[in-house]
């Protein structure tokens, strides 16, 4: 996995994030609760190996994610990581990069590009 160097690169992970992760967990416990126990245990390793940098909203971001949704719908979880990208320089890693597009944040697909 290549998250597992994120404390050498200075990674960090959106608590947004960490709910859509639980979602999606609460969504296979239903189908396979076998499975669902595997995605807690990798869930709660992911939580450990971020720890204290997982970002949290504050009042900047939140001004931001509203100015965005002035100029063009974005999806919430979408919005929000790109301004809490941008607003602490940071570059955004996601699959929807699409949805982000123009927002002023640079974007690192997460299944081609490999931070060094």
């Given at each position: 996995?290549?998250?597992?160097?994120?404390?050498?690169?200075?990674?960090?992970?959106?608590?947004?994030?960490?709910?859509?992760?639980?979602?999606?967990?609460?969504?296979?416990?239903?189908?396979?609760?076998?499975?669902?126990?595997?995605?807690?245990?990798?869930?709660?390793?992911?939580?450990?190996?971020?720890?204290?940098?997982?970002?949290?909203?504050?009042?900047?971001?939140?001004?931001?994610?509203?100015?965005?949704?002035?100029?063009?719908?974005?999806?919430t979880?979408?919005?929000?990581?790109?301004?809490?990208?941008?607003?602490?320089?940071?570059?955004?890693?996601?699959?929807?990069?699409?949805?982000?597009?123009?927002?002023?944040?640079?974007v690192?697909?997460?299944?081609?590009?490999?931070?060094?």
């Amino acid at each position: 996995m290549w998250w597992v160097g994120a404390a050498n690169w200075g990674l960090f992970l959106n608590a947004l994030t960490l709910g859509e992760i639980r979602e999606s967990i609460e969504g296979v416990r239903q189908r396979d609760p076998v499975r669902a126990i595997v995605l807690e245990t990798w869930l709660s390793e992911v939580t450990k190996v971020f720890g204290s940098r997982v970002l949290t909203m504050d009042a900047a971001r939140a001004t931001a994610r509203g100015r965005m949704a002035a100029v063009r719908t974005v999806p919430t979880s979408d919005a929000l990581s790109a301004v809490t990208a941008r607003v602490l320089g940071l570059a955004l890693v996601t699959r929807n990069a699409a949805d982000v597009e123009g927002q002023g944040v640079p974007v690192l697909y997460p299944f081609v590009v490999t931070p060094r």
